[in-house]
T-cell receptor, first 116, second 109 residues
Framework: NAGVMQNPRHLVRRRGQEARLRCSPMKGHSHVYWYRQLPEEGLKFMVYLQKENIIDESGMPKERFSAEFPKEGPSILRIQQVVRGDSAAYFC??????????????FGNGTRLTVT | SQQGEEDPQALSIQEGENATMNCSYKTSINNLQWYRQNSGRGLVHLILIRSNEREKHSGRLRVTLDTSKKSSSLLITASRAADTASYFCATDGTDKLIFGTGTRLQVFP
């Protein structure tokens, strides 16, 4: 049973370009969470999605950031017009049900975004 | 925010010693989870303890929860060099897990 797959593992973008981060959840998991981690810091919640629905995007900046989890295919975190401050590790996690309710999260190994 | 705060921020010990990490949080919870993160990798779930439980064991891990003090501790007994990692507690916010700032554990052989 494959785990959560994220790609690419490393992504380098120049300021102003777009970054697309992909996440395929574990088989049978319909809940996807995106977190962001700066060096030596904890994970900050960004967005929670179920298939075709954004449930909670309270941690995602209103501008330049968007996320989707279509009926078919991976979840996508999209960052438009990247700035140096977007440089971070972005982690995707999935669960078979809403995470807080007695269900652990399964994490991918992250995408490390570097903006030059 | 219900973000947990781990203490200490960093911990260095010798192999064979025990490591204790603490987590404090701010509001009431349904459960608390502990995760481990090796350098450059994603988080791995270690243990979940429900609010009506006081202690839970898994192998060399022992977790306690004191809801009156809003705190939890993770004890790793007989540590190994392979236990070197960052450890995070996570509490249940509305529809999501809120992670603490982490404890970086270094175990020297």
């Amino acid at each position: 049973n494959a785990g959560v797959m994220q790609n690419p593992r490393h992504l380098v973008r120049r300021r102003g370009q777009e970054a697309r981060l992909r996440c395929s959840p574990m088989k049978g998991h319909s809940h996807v969470y995106w977190y962001r981690q700066l060096p030596e810091e904890g994970l900050k919640f960004m967005v929670y999605l179920q298939k075709e629905n954004i449930i909670d995007e309270s941690g995602m900046p209103k501008e330049r950031f968007s996320a989707e989890f279509p009926k078919e295919g991976p979840s996508i975190l999209r960052i438009q017009q990247v700035v140096r401050g977007d440089s971070a590790a972005y982690f995707c996690a999935s669960s078979p049900r809403t995470a807080p309710y007695n269900s652990p999260l399964h994490f991918g190994n992250g995408t490390r975004l570097t903006v030059t | 925010s219900q973000q947990g705060e781990e203490d200490p921020q960093a911990l260095s010990i010798q192999e064979g010693e025990n490591a204790t990490m603490n987590c404090s949080y701010k509001t009431s919870i349904n459960n608390l989870q502990w995760y481990r993160q090796n350098s450059g990798r994603g988080l791995v779930h270690l243990i979940l303890i429900r609010s009506n439980e006081r202690e839970k064991h898994s192998g060399r891990l022992r977790v306690t929860l004191d809801t009156s003090k809003k705190s939890s501790s993770l004890l790793i007994t007989a540590s190994r060099a392979a236990d070197t990692a960052s450890y995070f507690c996570a509490t249940d916010g509305t529809d999501k897990l809120i992670f603490g700032t982490g404890t970086r554990l270094q175990v020297f052989p």
